[in-house]
């Protein structure tokens, strides 16, 4: 019988494919000839972990795995004590305490060191921090609450892996308005618009597209300055929503929009989901009343849109959401509004036991592995 290590290229090839994300890894830890292999055939397509908080004894960055149900922690050094505001292609944009942002591929090691941000208010400028000593407060806001609240959604156009020529796009400051970097750049370039809250940003097409607390969907023009232009029909607002969401669904552009109701304990926690296809050439909308085999992966990451068939353990036709609490204070605060929302019957199920902390540290992202090497 012949040797694990003499199997023909094509042969492993064929068992790479078959093996999950952790899996993958330790199968190009075998050998060279292994690991050549598994750097040749990227990991088969995952479920998106949920990336935790940060473990404080130890530094380590918890994940959750969804497809194995299963908990890891994970050294990853350039993460410690980083707030994580975005997550795309498998790349995450994260804050350090002195305000200092990075692009890394936390599995690979690969990072862009990001500028300053821009200011997050008309009358608080970052850079006034890099002075001052983290326990300070700068315009009533301390060096932990201006980490979290400086950027509220980072995206990418492309998988820097795939192409340098990538854009990162920012929701930041207290009207969430937009700016982009590109490698090469020193600054950011904020882009003109509407002084209103933006709630979601999306790679569509070729384009970048936001849409506003108003339901307002603008597309950026680039030249010949950045500007926000009004796109697609009006879309009208009922009830009390929550947070707007934009995906990619196959090609269609859909809008989620995120329902709140008051709990008992006077928060305000989701209670449903709508969705609508936004039809941008015949300038028509239509609400979905379910979305098929597909599940959706929503919070500060570049929304997903995940075939369930191919994960049986994964809900189909469901919504999985991470919470949306911004407030400072409180002794209830926490990740208590973790779920996912069945487009059928409209109910709201768990699939992570919640944990709640005494101060914010990390948001819940979810997050798409995409290889090791």
Wanted: proline share 6%; net charge negative; hydrophobic share 35%.
């Amino acid at each position: 019988m012949a040797a694990w290590s003499d199997l023909t290229f094509d042969v492993l090839e064929l068992i790479t494919g078959f093996l999950p994300f952790l899996d993958h890894y330790r199968f190009g830890a075998v050998c060279k000839n292994w690991r050549s292999v598994s750097k040749r055939s990227p990991p088969p397509p995952q479920l998106p972990w949920l990336l935790l908080e940060e473990d404080k004894e130890t530094g380590k960055r918890k994940f959750y795995s969804l497809s194995e149900a299963k908990n890891y922690s994970i050294e990853i050094p350039e993460l410690r004590g980083r707030y994580i505001c975005g997550s795309s292609h498998g790349w995450l944009l994260a804050i350090d305490i002195k305000i200092a942002g990075i692009l890394i591929n936390p599995f690979t090691q690969e990072c862009y060191e990001l500028p300053r941000f821009p200011a997050y208010g008309e009358d608080t400028d970052v850079t006034t921090l890099i002075e001052k000593k983290p326990s300070d407060c700068v315009k009533g806001y301390t060096f932990e609450e201006m980490q979290t609240l400086l950027v509220f959604k980072a995206i990418l156009s492309h998988d820097p892996k795939e192409r340098s020529d990538f854009t990162v796009m920012i929701l930041f400051g207290e009207f969430h308005t937009l700016a982009f970097w590109r490698p090469g750049d020193s600054s950011w370039t904020v882009v003109d618009g509407p002084k209103r809250r933006m709630e979601d940003v999306l790679y569509f097409k070729g384009n970048f597209y936001v849409i506003s607390s108003m339901n307002g969907l603008y597309v950026v023009d680039f030249e010949p300055e950045p500007k926000l232009r009004k796109v697609g029909p009006e879309i009208r607002i009922e009830g009390c929503v929550l947070q707007s969401y934009l995906t990619d669904f196959d090609g269609n552009m859909l809008l989620i929009e995120r329902y709140g109701r008051s709990s008992k304990n006077n928060r305000i926690d989701t209670a449903r989901f709508t969705v609508i296809e936004i039809d941008l050439e015949e300038h028509c909308l239509y609400e979905c009343y379910d979305i098929d085999d597909y599940a959706l992966f929503l919070g500060r990451n570049s929304s997903i849109a995940v075939d369930s068939s191919h994960f049986p353990e994964c809900k189909k036709n469901g919504i999985y959401f991470t919470h949306l609490t911004e407030s400072h204070s409180g002794d209830e605060f926490g990740f208590h509004d973790l779920g996912v929302f069945d487009m059928a019957d409209k109910t709201i199920s768990t699939f992570y036991a919640v944990e709640v902390f005494p101060r914010r540290v990390d948001s819940p992202v979810w997050f798409i592995p995409k290889r090791f090497w």
